[in-house]
């Protein structure tokens, strides 16, 4: 897991008594916890989170925190939430493999609604931050820039947040909105509602990616992130909709 629930008042009443140094290493220790998944092995931790010159006091941590069993050391409430964090991932291919006719693994090759891709123009800079709503076209609902955003930041919470919405941006999803929508408007009537679903799934759907959302390494060696601009983008909507990106 890259991202986790942090309940700033729940954690200070069960960790004022620690030092400043112990209060680092239950930070790191619970960051490398929810990052790896797994137990604790107690030989070499405080080399791996970075505190090899303040080893007493990580294992001082690690046994008032951490439960040790023949696995290593395990945290209770943050194996719920990683349960919790694999529940909603499984749901999300779940929902894609309903939505886009595959069989729920990552690497089955879907067959999705087709949707058509055109060519955009070069991208330029423009920041003025307003949110419009664009124009019906065809008795086609409203694209609603502004509640695909926050549905791009409620389901992907460690991707880019988008702070510019120019008008580039704007344009990449008119397009992509108006595409689904025209997808669905084949099989009834349309609403707003509809063309948010398909999206709030659709953001489900890259949340179960590795690749996409920076848990293994590109190419280069290092983790890539995409942001909505570049998930907007005709060609890359299209391979994430066929599940290019969900082989590993």
């Known amino acids: 897991m890259h991202y986790f629930n942090f309940h700033i008042g729940d954690y200070k009443s069960h960790t004022s008594h620690l030092s400043i140094i112990e209060d680092i290493a239950f930070r790191r220790l619970l960051d490398y916890y929810y990052l790896h998944e797994k137990p604790i092995k107690q030989r070499d931790i405080a080399r791996q989170i970075g505190m090899r010159e303040h080893e007493q006091d990580v294992l001082t941590v690690l046994n008032e925190f951490f439960l040790s069993t023949d696995d290593g050391f395990v945290?209770?409430?943050?194996?719920?939430?990683?349960?919790?964090?694999?529940?909603?991932?499984?749901?999300g291919k779940r929902?894609?493999?309903?939505?886009?006719?595959?069989?729920?693994?990552?690497?089955?090759?879907?067959?999705?609604?087709?949707?058509?891709?055109?060519?955009?123009?070069?991208?330029?800079?423009?920041?003025?931050?307003?949110?419009?709503?664009?124009?019906?076209?065809?008795g086609l609902p409203n694209c609603d820039h502004e509640k695909v955003i926050a549905l791009y930041h409620q389901h992907l919470p460690t991707l880019r947040r988008v702070e510019v919405w120019n008008e580039t941006r704007k344009g990449y999803l008119r397009q992509r909105w108006r595409e689904v929508a025209e997808e669905l408007a084949r099989q009834k009537e349309v609403q707003v509602s509809d063309i948010l679903d398909w999206?709030?799934?659709?953001?489900?759907?890259?949340?179960?990616?590795?690749?996409?959302?920076?848990r293994v390494n590109s190419k280069d060696g290092r983790p890539f992130l995409a942001d909505l601009e570049w998930i907007l983008k005709p060609s890359n909507f299209a391979k994430i909709i066929e599940g290019k990106y969900h082989g590993t």
């Open 95 to 138: 929902g894609a493999a309903k939505r886009w006719g595959t069989n729920g693994e990552a690497n089955s090759p879907p067959n999705p609604t087709p949707i058509a891709t055109n060519n955009q123009e070069p991208i330029t800079i423009n920041h003025k931050p307003n949110i419009d709503i664009c124009p019906p076209s065809g």
């Open 75 to 91: 945290n209770p409430r943050a194996d719920k939430e990683i349960a919790k964090f694999k529940e909603f991932a499984e749901a």
């Open 199 to 214: 999206f709030t799934e659709f953001f489900v759907h890259i949340g179960t990616s590795k690749f996409l959302t920076g």
